[in-house]
């Protein structure tokens, strides 16, 4: 299924190669350390710049990569890797024994459906939620649990109203919301959640755009939207959370991480320090993993 990272569909037969998710000799090196505290693979941290995130070990040539979500303590991370001849899978590495793991294929559905992609660690780092589907429009999220041991066991759909609709990218707030693209209403949506059980789905009242990350602290959301020069563009925005509570207007991040090019599915370090996001610069419109010091999101806050 050609699931959407630019909205609701696209073409992916520019993917010119799609080889596995670990070290190749493409300019990129694994990036390895035996420092217990280290976090992000050992890199370097960006600046004021976005970079793409681990190059030949995350963002590779040739496939699709996005969705990045960092577990609460830091120790692990899952993103979505995609080809046209292999559809949409998650990926992880974990810290172990002082180093990092070359990025792994897992299995979150026990084979209950053909793909998975968007899995982000709930704000308890306890469990996960995901989308998986098989074919066609049937994508719906679901939910696993996180074992002490680092397993993902239990996956199950969630009930409710959230079924209701094809559905994707759920992202749980501090609050333990869940924001998530309802692709049939073509709007983020939001909705109460209580173990499996959800309740009091609504439109979630943003301007425009889908994709949503909310803030670790609840200030803004970032979404991905049409950019100002075409509606087949799509650029990385913020919502800031106005005094009733609202969502104000939809404000462009600046040049440093929109450009010429496409970027989507944004999402944030469980700290809000660092930005993830995807850019479509490789050949044929494939994207790549981006990070950026989160100070670009502040210097677009209202005055």
């Known amino acids: ?9 696209i073409a992916i037969s520019g993917c010119v190669a799609c080889g596995g998710q670990g070290p190749s ?7 390895t350390t035996t420092s217990p505290s280290a976090k992000y693979l050992g890199l370097t941290p960006p600046k004021t710049e976005a970079i793409p995130f681990a190059p030949g070990v995350v963002s590779k040539p040739g496939s699709y990569e ?3 979500s960092v577990h609460p303590a830091g120790d692990r991370f899952l993103f979505t890797v995609e ?12 810290f172990e024994n002082g180093l990092w793991t070359t990025p792994e294929k897992v299995d979150l559905s026990g084979g209950a ?38 397993l993902f066991v239990d996956a199950r759909a969630l009930d409710g109203p959230v079924a209701d609709d094809p559905s994707f990218y759920p992202v749980q707030g501090t609050d333990g919301s869940l924001f998530y693209t309802n692709l049939a209403k073509r709007s983020v949506w939001r909705a109460t959640i209580d173990g499996s059980k959800v309740s009091g789905a609504r439109d979630a009242g943003l ?14 959301v970032l979404i991905d939207s049409a950019s100002a ?14 005094d009733d509570g609202t969502w104000g207007e939809a404000r462009p991040l600046g ?19 660092y930005l993830f996001f995807s850019r479509y610069n490789e050949p044929g419109g494939v994207s790549d993993i981006y990070w950026i010091d989160a100070e670009v999101i502040t210097a677009a806050a209202p005055v």
């Open 1 to 9: 299924m050609k699931i959407s990272r630019l909205w609701l569909s």
């Open 113 to 150: 459906r053909t793909h998975e992609m968007e899995a982000f660690f709930g704000v308890d780092g306890e469990r996960i939620f995901f989308a998986p589907y098989s074919k066609g429009m049937d994508v719906r999220i679901w939910t696993a649990d996180l074992t002490p041991e680092g």
């Open 66 to 68: 996005y969705a990045l």
């Open 255 to 273: 040049p440093s991480v929109n450009t010429e090019y496409s970027e989507t599915c944004p999402s944030l370090s469980p700290d809000g320090r």
């Open 25 to 31: 000799g493409d300019g990129g090196s694994e990036p």
């Open 207 to 220: 301007e425009r755009g889908g994709h949503a990350f909310p803030s670790p602290d609840g200030r803004f």
């Open 229 to 242: 020069e075409s509606d087949e563009q799509r650029d990385i925005h913020v919502s800031f959370r106005n």
């Open 83 to 94: 080809c046209p001849d292999e559809g949409a899978s998650v990926h992880q590495s974990r």
